[in-house]
């Protein structure tokens, strides 16, 4: 099985190959289960490209430059390395690697043309790119949170978002946490807007933080 990136890659073009024809690729990937082997020519037509990325290690930390942001993620041009023939850049950076904080949209995080520096998560044989993070590199608030908080600390707050199901409190900065529907009031409610708006300040009591799940749950009613 050859990738759908490959032909492009091959030739810049839609082309694609067709049956019978002879084509030079490189094993990326073997399937036991289903019995199919994954091959790419880019590994083969591309090999200075492929050589760099199969030499990056975990963790290593790589600079570059945004080339551009898309609705799926954020494309970083190198410093170090080829460009890559289809890609505004061989890096690759997906929203969750952005930032730990939650965000709307990528461009609250980074520009086109910033200069970054990310941590490489893996080699994406797939697209023919690396994989990095940015928020690698920056402290993980919900970890500093969670050492310096007790369940059953009372905390000020501000609401950013309701769901059907309650409302979303930043209590810390870059910290937000769940107030359950049952947890808003004493009295019980069908929708969070009965009791709290966005932007409201309230009082809040921590009731569960998981730090491997990143969640932490409140509530208004207790406190």
Same mark, same amino acid.
């Given at each position: 099985?050859?990738?759908?990136?490959? $032909?492009?890659?091959?030739?810049?073009?839609?082309?694609? !190959?067709? *049956?019978?024809?002879? %084509?030079?690729?490189? *094993? %990326?990937? #073997?399937?036991?289960?289903?019995?199919?082997?994954?091959?790419?020519?880019?590994? @083969?037509?591309?090999?200075?490209?492929?050589?760099?990325?199969?030499?990056?290690?975990?963790?290593?930390?790589?600079?570059?430059?945004?080339?551009? %942001?898309?609705?799926?993620?954020?494309?970083?041009?190198?410093?170090?390395?080829?460009?890559?023939? *289809?890609?505004?850049?061989?890096?690759?950076? @997906?929203?969750?690697?952005?930032?730990? /904080?939650?965000?709307?949209?990528?461009?609250? %995080?980074?520009?086109?043309?910033?200069? #970054?520096?990310?941590?490489?998560?893996?080699?994406?044989?797939?697209? $023919?790119?690396?994989?990095? =993070?940015? /928020?690698?590199?920056?402290?993980?608030?919900?970890? @500093?949170?969670?050492?310096? @908080?007790?369940?059953?600390?009372?905390?000020?707050? /501000?609401?950013?978002?309701?769901?059907?199901?309650?409302?979303? !409190?930043?209590?810390a900065d870059g910290i937000e946490?769940?107030?359950?529907? =049952?947890?808003?009031?004493?009295?019980?409610?069908?929708?969070?807007?009965? !009791? *709290?708006?966005?932007?409201?300040?309230? =009082? !809040?009591?921590?009731?569960?933080?998981? #730090?491997? /799940?990143?969640?932490?749950?409140? =509530?208004?009613?207790?406190?």
């Amino acid at each position: 099985m050859v990738g759908p990136l490959d $032909g492009p890659w091959a030739r810049r073009s839609a082309e694609g !190959v067709e *049956v019978g024809q002879r %084509i030079t690729a490189e *094993v %990326i990937a #073997v399937d036991l289960d289903e019995g199919k082997v994954r091959l790419s020519t880019a590994a @083969t037509g591309e090999r200075e490209l492929w050589k760099f990325l199969k030499d990056l290690r975990l963790g290593e930390i790589l600079t570059g430059t945004v080339a551009a %942001i898309e609705s799926f993620g954020v494309f970083v041009a190198l410093d170090d390395g080829p460009p890559h023939p *289809v890609f505004p850049g061989v890096g690759f950076i @997906t929203f969750p690697e952005l930032s730990w /904080r939650r965000f709307e949209e990528a461009s609250e %995080i980074v520009e086109v043309g910033q200069h #970054v520096s990310c941590e490489f998560l893996q080699f994406d044989t797939w697209n $023919g790119e690396a994989r990095l =993070s940015l /928020r690698a590199l920056q402290p993980d608030p919900f970890a @500093t949170f969670a050492n310096g @908080t007790e369940v059953g600390a009372t905390l000020r707050g /501000r609401v950013t978002k309701l769901v059907p199901f309650g409302a979303f !409190v930043q209590v810390a900065d870059g910290i937000e946490g769940l107030v359950h529907l =049952s947890e808003l009031a004493s009295a019980p409610v069908e929708t969070p807007d009965e !009791v *709290v708006q966005v932007s409201d300040r309230v =009082s !809040v009591m921590v009731m569960e933080i998981d #730090v491997e /799940r990143r969640r932490l749950l409140l =509530s208004r009613r207790q406190a």
